[in-house]
């Protein structure tokens, strides 16, 4: 008994896929989504437009949405002969750095204990560990100032990163990171003759580089946009953040919201180029060890 086995040819147009039609479902989401990205948008929108506006167009009703009588760009230098704003940058860059660097470091550190070393109870001091993030920052601000007043730091950098040099939430992150590595790599480690230190920067934390960027990035944006630390810890302008340079000027003499505005926006501008082009990094940190 035979079977008939020819294939028939296909022609092109059977070859090529069929792009379905766009549904209204999805150009409705599209919608939605770009409506909601105006609106995120047009706060800074109107801060680098209205950083350059006059009195007159920043008071007028109803509000200017562009400089209708004129581009001010003297409005970023009147904001720089009232303030310090080269200190005040400089001290939240070394505020900032310092912040990361040791969150980073000690996040990585505990987040390595709690998963490759045998420590006895290791689950209930991580919950122990977690617990310390519940504990509002408000309620212990009184003993660090006191600590920091005592040791002489008023006014210096260490004064400013000290309290925040080890955090929670760092080492949550990290932990669940390396939960995703197999013990096999740490026992092929070993034999090769690599101790804890050379384990953990020599392998461990160059293949965890997404969730440390995501770690880097949310402890850089929360200390750049500090401000109530900083205004107790500090007194000399030269040595203040530049958030607190904001206020100042807010309650100078020559207060304009134009140049309130400039000084606004020139705080914004790093944070905004750090979660421009540090988004992809946030997303695939958060993300690392959630699907093994």
């Known amino acids: ?42 706060p800074v929108y109107y801060g680098l437009v ?16 562009y400089p209708k009588s004129g581009v ?24 900032t750095l310092g912040i990361t660097i040791g969150q980073m470091i000690t996040s990585a550190l505990a987040a390595y204990a709690f998963v490759f070393l045998n420590l006895k109870w290791r689950g209930f001091w991580f919950a122990v560990f977690l617990a310390t993030m519940m504990i509002p920052f408000e309620s212990i601000i009184i003993p660090n100032y006191l600590l920091i007043s005592q040791w002489g730091l008023k006014d210096t ?29 740490r026992d092929a480690a070993r034999v090769d003759g690599a101790g804890h ?9 160059p293949l965890s580089r997404p969730s ?20 107790l810890a500090t007194e000399d302008p030269k040595h203040q953040t530049i958030q607190i340079g904001i206020s100042q000027l ?22 905004l180029l750090l979660v421009i082009f540090g988004q992809r990094f946030i997303v695939r940190g958060l993300t690392t060890g959630a699907v093994k």
């Open 1 to 42: 008994m035979s079977t008939d086995t020819t294939v028939k040819p296909t022609t092109a147009t059977e070859s090529k896929p069929t792009r379905s039609p766009r549904k209204p479902g999805n150009i409705g989401t599209y919608l939605i989504l770009g409506v909601l990205f105006l609106i995120v948008l047009f």
């Open 50 to 65: 209205g950083s350059l506006m006059g009195e007159r167009d920043t008071n007028s009703f109803p509000p200017a949405l």
């Open 72 to 95: 001010h760009p003297e409005n970023y230098s009147k904001a720089l002969d009232i303030i310090p704003l080269g200190n005040q940058y400089l001290t939240s860059v070394l505020q």
């Open 157 to 185: 950098i260490a004064g400013l990163t000290l309290p925040f040099l080890a955090t929670g939430f760092g080492t949550f992150l990290l932990r669940q990171s390396f939960l995703s590595f197999p013990m096999e790599l």
């Open 197 to 205: 230190f050379r384990f953990l920067f020599s392998i461990l934390m």
């Open 212 to 231: 440390l960027a995501a770690l880097g990035i949310w402890s850089a944006l929360s200390a750049w946009n500090m401000y109530f630390w900083p205004l």
């Open 250 to 271: 807010q309650s100078s003499d020559s207060d304009s919201p134009g140049m309130v505005l400039a000084g606004v926006m020139l705080a914004l501008f790093p944070t």
